[in-house]
């Protein structure tokens, strides 16, 4: 058995626990709502029509927008004033519960108003109430059309599951997004195979009662009420049973000096110092890398942790400001432009210290400085293209610019510093292509586009022999990676002691190598087995 494949199988059991949880409380709760407003609406013919149109248009809304949009809306009405968690699993489940909703409305609605009106009417010849004529009539010959619904809404929401990875909610789509991300196509495997079979078994399951309903066979309803009950059980205690087995296989060892601290310590110190710290990342290899990095050197101090990544960018600054997460590292141009919203493009020390004061100032963020290198955007291009057309410069580039196609990431064509360099260098782009960021350099290479917002530090510039454009003008902020702290894990020694040895210890060659090892096809290496080379290479000091 490979490394590889028995390090996806080793995080299968937790991220298809949760994978569970989020899908069957989702369908759950989209029944408790669905059902009861289809039998409403049924019987009101003028709420109808807007009922169905509006729960039809949350359908319209894109999956992955729909569960990025929980995150503010949660954050602004404070958990709809419940003060539910803007990050992970709430966020998850009301997303999912509102794109279950639309299948099991209108198959609710279209199985009642589908009863033969002669059984109806002879129902309610024999004294039948309005309400027995319901229950006894309407929804058990409905109940196939309902099931069939519930079927679809199954299927649907175990697959849109897998997008609720960026909002912080650990499921299937952990192995789909990284996989992606780092090009390992094992783990995109396991993602995708295993939500497949989960949905075909809950939709066997629901199919068994849908067959019950139409065959009434009391035998097999039981059999499928009572699988889906041992599953919607499961998928409620399996999540926290799989971290608690986690958490007692990954204990660290304390060192006889950490030992005698915590006998000695009060008891609320020694309860702070034990948690677990919570590590977030973003969508890339090299974000992958520094978080298992940082997991090792707080293990080192008898620290649990735990991760969160394929987060989108503001997802997990909203994270770490809320608290929902502990530490993670940003580039301080990011802080600069999207988050204080400056245009000016100072030092690079000076960029450095005023988002730190900026952080702690207005969030309570303690920034612990700089890993020693700089990740900042870059225009590349080809070489053979830079030697053939004489571009050295970003300037050299502009007047090109207008018969070229140029490829970014999903950020790039929305952030301050694109708009900054285009009005600075008055680039005119016949087009430009958002792309995965896995994608963007093979994009280039194989001359989809002809330049891409590249990374400083990606190791792929130098494998795919690319050439970065100088920035004469000095539009683009620097980026400069950066260790930052949330404001309860600030004032923690242990978790500073652990990092703090890792500032100005990685120079940007190292950086560039761990990445490649990650993003190439052959030899390729885990983020975890990268950051492992990453940290025998560096010296740091404690």
Known sequence: MSENFREQLQQLPSNLANHLEISIIALLVGVLISVPLAIFVSRRERLRYPVMTAVGVIQTIPSLALLALMVPLLAATDGFLLGLSAFGFYPAVIALTLYSMLPILRNTVTGILGVDPNLTEAARGVGMSEKQVLYRVQLPLAAPVIIAGIRTATIWVVGVATLATPVGQKCLGNYIFTGLQTRNWLMVWFGVVAAAFLAILLDLLIGGLERAAQERRKGLAWLSTGSLVFLLLAGIVSPSLVQRADAVAVQPT???????????????????????????????????????????????????????????????????????????????????????????????????????????????????????????????????????????????????????????????????????????????????????SSLMYSALVEKEVDAISAFSSDGRIAAFELFVLKDPKQVIPPYDAVVLVSKRAANEPKVINALQPLIQAIPVELMRQANLMVDRDEDKKTAREAAEWLRSRIKINR
């Open 254 to 436: 304390p060192t006889t000096a950490t030992a005698q601290v915590a006998e000695s310590a009060p008891a609320e110190t020694k309860t702070r110092e034990l948690r677990e710290v919570k590590i977030g990342a973003k969508t890339f290899s090299e974000q992958y890398i520094l978080a298992a990095l940082l997991g090792s050197e707080l293990h080192k101090q008898g620290l649990k942790t735990s991760l969160a990544d394929s987060l989108g960018s503001t997802i997990v600054f909203d994270a770490l400001r809320n608290g929902d997460i502990d530490v993670y590292v940003d580039y301080s141009g990011t802080i600069w432009a999207n988050y204080i919203k400056r245009t000016d493009v100072p030092s690079r020390w000076r960029v450095l210290a005023e988002t730190n004061a900026w952080l702690a100032t207005e969030h309570g963020i303690r920034g612990l400085g700089s890993l020693g290198f700089e990740n900042a955007y870059a225009i590349a291009i080809r070489k053979e293209d830079a030697e053939r057309l004489g571009i050295q410069t970003i300037a050299d580039l502009a007047s090109h610019s207008s018969s070229m196609k140029i490829g970014g990431d999903y950020e790039f064509f929305a952030r301050p510093e694109w708009k900054a360099m285009r009005d600075a260098y008055r680039l005119n782009f016949s087009e430009t292509v958002s792309y995965d």
